[in-house]
């Protein structure tokens, strides 16, 4: 018998061996050569930035993040847990002669609330990310040692908002109601704000304005979202970085049940392209802020996958 769960533990291992071969022979390197870890930052130049500078007419600043705290619901298991300390102080002891201070503890998950998906954070289902990346080679216990959130320079970018509730003449969008390319298409032209090269493009679903404080379980057990074909339509138009006012971007439930968030395997695994999850583009949207400088400077925690942000908007 044990030759017998060895013989086929053997065969199983050979199998998978042979996927992965097949795997790595049939994935292209990235356009920006084999050894890119940063997609679609690589649209960053000192010329897009300049010109996306000119789009700061006002001088008024919006923030995109939104205030989370232990209550904020998230994709389950997810969570956060803050402890504010006074290290030793206890007994009225004082450690300067001249001040006292607090500290802050944090246990929790990176991926809560607005947030920045980094290259490492979604793959196929052979085990394989961006750039021929594969999980076992890189996705360690203690962290990641390729495709890590530091390795994402500083976001400075045209940004545009798409008011898709508005453009199905409702204030917020419906739980498995999607937006299809068309849709998109028809509120670039309604708004004058075209998917360019290089951009940063949110999409307004009312979704978070409507149930994150009215209805929280509501709000993260399922959402509006894009299509598939979106995400498709996003990456050959090049952008930079694709994002909504939801938890997940794509819509859950999906169409396909047998193909749930393919737009994050479309934007992340297969163009390097970053998604941008939470983004408060609501007040955008009221004040018709359509296009606007987006600013992100994310913190760099090496080998992170993810990263709670908040992201400027610049008119």
Same mark, same amino acid.
């Given at each position: 018998?044990?030759?017998?769960?060895?013989?086929?533990?053997?065969? &199983?291992?050979?199998?998978? &061996?042979?996927?992965?071969?097949?795997?790595?022979?049939?994935?292209?390197?990235? =356009?920006?050569?084999?050894?890119?870890?940063?997609?679609?930052?690589?649209?960053?130049?000192?010329?897009?930035?300049?010109?996306?500078?000119? &789009?700061?007419?006002?001088?008024?600043?919006?923030?995109?993040?939104?205030? @989370?705290?232990?209550?904020?619901?998230?994709?389950?298991? =997810?969570?956060?847990?803050? *402890?504010?300390?006074?290290?030793?102080?206890?007994?009225?002891?004082?450690?300067?002669?001249?001040?006292?201070?607090?500290?802050?503890?944090?246990?929790?998950?990176?991926?809560?609330?607005?947030?920045?998906?980094?290259?490492?954070?979604?793959?196929?289902?052979?085990?394989?990310?961006?750039?021929?990346?594969?999980?076992?080679?890189?996705?360690?216990?203690?962290?990641?040692?390729? &495709?890590?959130?530091?390795? @994402?320079?500083?976001?400075?970018?045209?940004?545009? /908002?798409?008011? %898709?509730?508005?453009?199905?003449?409702?204030?917020? %969008?419906?739980?498995?109601?999607?937006?299809?390319?068309?849709?998109?298409?028809?509120?670039?032209?309604?708004?004058?704000?075209?998917?360019?090269?290089?951009?940063?493009?949110?999409?307004?679903?009312?979704?978070?304005?409507?149930?994150?404080?009215? !209805?929280?379980?509501?709000?993260?057990?399922?959402?509006?979202? *894009?299509?598939?074909?979106?995400?498709?339509?996003?990456?050959?138009?090049?952008?930079?970085?694709?994002?909504?006012?939801?938890?997940?971007?794509?819509?859950?439930?999906?169409?396909?049940?047998?193909?749930?968030? *393919?737009?994050?395997?479309?934007?992340?695994?297969?163009?390097?392209?970053?998604?941008?999850?939470? %983004?408060?583009?609501?007040?955008?949207?009221?004040?018709? !802020?359509?296009?606007?400088?987006? /600013?992100?400077?994310?913190?760099?925690?090496?080998?992170?996958?993810?990263?709670?942000?908040?992201? @400027?908007?610049?008119?």
């Amino acid at each position: 018998m044990n030759h017998t769960i060895t013989r086929i533990g053997g065969a &199983l291992a050979l199998s998978a &061996l042979a996927v992965g071969a097949v795997a790595d022979e049939d994935c292209q390197p990235s =356009r920006w050569g084999g050894e890119d870890e940063i997609g679609s930052a690589n649209l960053i130049s000192a010329a897009s930035v300049l010109a996306a500078s000119k &789009l700061v007419t006002q001088g008024k600043v919006y923030s995109l993040g939104i205030t @989370i705290d232990s209550t904020t619901p998230a994709f389950p298991p =997810r969570g956060l847990s803050l *402890q504010v300390v006074q290290p030793n102080q206890q007994e009225s002891a004082r450690p300067f002669p001249n001040a006292v201070y607090n500290d802050d503890v944090f246990q929790g998950w990176f991926g809560i609330g607005p947030q920045i998906d980094g290259l490492g954070h979604i793959g196929g289902p052979d085990g394989m990310y961006y750039n021929c990346n594969h999980a076992v080679d890189f996705a360690g216990i203690t962290g990641l040692t390729k &495709l890590g959130i530091e390795k @994402i320079p500083p976001l400075v970018a045209r940004g545009i /908002v798409l008011d %898709m509730a508005g453009h199905f003449g409702v204030e917020n %969008m419906e739980a498995g109601q999607f937006f299809t390319v068309e849709d998109v298409q028809a509120v670039e032209a309604k708004q004058g704000t075209p998917v360019e090269a290089g951009s940063v493009v949110l999409f307004h679903t009312g979704w978070t304005d409507a149930k994150l404080i009215d !209805a929280p379980d509501e709000w993260v057990a399922a959402e509006p979202g *894009q299509h598939e074909d979106v995400a498709k339509y996003l990456a050959g138009k090049d952008i930079l970085a694709a994002g909504a006012d939801t938890w997940g971007l794509d819509v859950v439930p999906p169409p396909d049940p047998t193909r749930p968030f *393919q737009g994050h395997v479309t934007l992340l695994k297969e163009n390097g392209i970053y998604i941008l999850e939470t %983004m408060n583009t609501g007040p955008l949207v009221r004040d018709g !802020a359509f296009e606007f400088l987006f /600013v992100l400077g994310h913190a760099k925690v090496r080998g992170a996958v993810q990263m709670i942000i908040n992201p @400027i908007a610049i008119l």
